[in-house]
T-cell receptor, first 115, second 118 residues
Framework: DAGITQSPRHKVTETGTPVTLRCHQT?????MYWYRQDPGHGLRLIHY???????DKGEVSDGYSVSRSKTEDFLLTLESATSSQTSVYFC??????????????FGPGTRLTVT | AQKVTQAQTEISVVEKEDVTLDCVYE???????LFWYKQPPSGELVFLIR??????QNEISGRYSWNFQKSTSSFNFTITASQVVDSAVYFC???????????????FGIGTKLQVIP
């Protein structure tokens, strides 16, 4: 199994509070991703990183920011949580070689509830 | 734009029956990758298979088999002699192809929930 951990695994927070989710990998993979999973939508990409301090937006990035100061850590921050951000958040990693995108490996997920 | 359609939202079968999960995709790319992931009730996402657009050979792994047909843009997944442990949500996904090894955009279907009844 790929060495990916997420913390916390569960969190309940109130509307308007900031929240940070952490993804940690031990695989030294260059690419890291944050997805959210919601019923009827599958997984949707929030942000991704292609190296230390190199990040970019995905399809549902509004209300989220990310940071990557070390290869192994990728943080997702909800600046001011809203109820629409209640979801299960998955981190993923991959190491595409030139011209060959490899499969993404996923962390265990974080269930976030915003009340 | 990429799109993955899993028209079957939920399927129930009795144990030992065969079941096929459908996946239809759309892409303008001529080279791409297709994936299947399994999400058991415990919630983690498990990678099952990757197939590139150059290779239309079907693949079999134990009770699992995959049928890739470029002509119909389909990548269907069959479980033979289903077992209760196969109960899960299965996701089909499509990835574009970047020669530079750059960002890998992956589009997921909404998933098919399979329930295998003992």
């Amino acid at each position: 199994d790929a060495g990916i951990t997420q913390s916390p695994r569960h969190k309940v927070t109130e509307t308007g509070t900031p929240v940070t989710l952490r993804c940690h990998q031990t695989e030294n993979h260059r690419y890291m991703y944050w997805y959210r999973q919601d019923p009827g939508h599958g997984l949707r990409l929030i942000h991704y990183s292609y190296g230390v301090k190199d990040t970019d937006k995905g399809e549902v990035s509004d209300g989220y920011s990310v940071s990557r100061s070390k290869t192994e850590d990728f943080l997702l921050t909800l600046e001011s949580a809203t109820s629409s951000q209640t979801s299960v958040y998955f981190c993923a990693i991959s190491e595409p070689t030139s011209g060959s995108p490899y499969e993404q490996y996923f962390g265990p997920g974080t269930r976030l509830t915003v009340t | 734009a990429q799109k993955v359609t899993q028209a079957q939202t939920e399927i129930s079968v009795v144990e030992k029956e065969d079941v096929t999960l459908d996946c239809v995709y759309e892409t303008r790319d001529t080279t791409y990758y297709l994936f299947w992931y399994k999400q058991p009730p415990s919630g983690e996402l498990v990678f099952l298979i990757r197939r590139n657009s150059f290779d239309e050979q079907n693949e079999i792994s134990g009770r699992y088999s995959w049928n890739f047909q470029k002509s119909t843009s389909s990548f269907n997944f069959t479980i033979t002699a289903s077992q209760v442990v196969d109960s899960a949500v299965y996701f089909c996904a499509l990835s574009d192809f970047r020669n530079s090894g750059g960002y890998q955009k992956v589009t997921f279907g909404i998933g098919t929930k399979l329930q295998v009844i003992p």
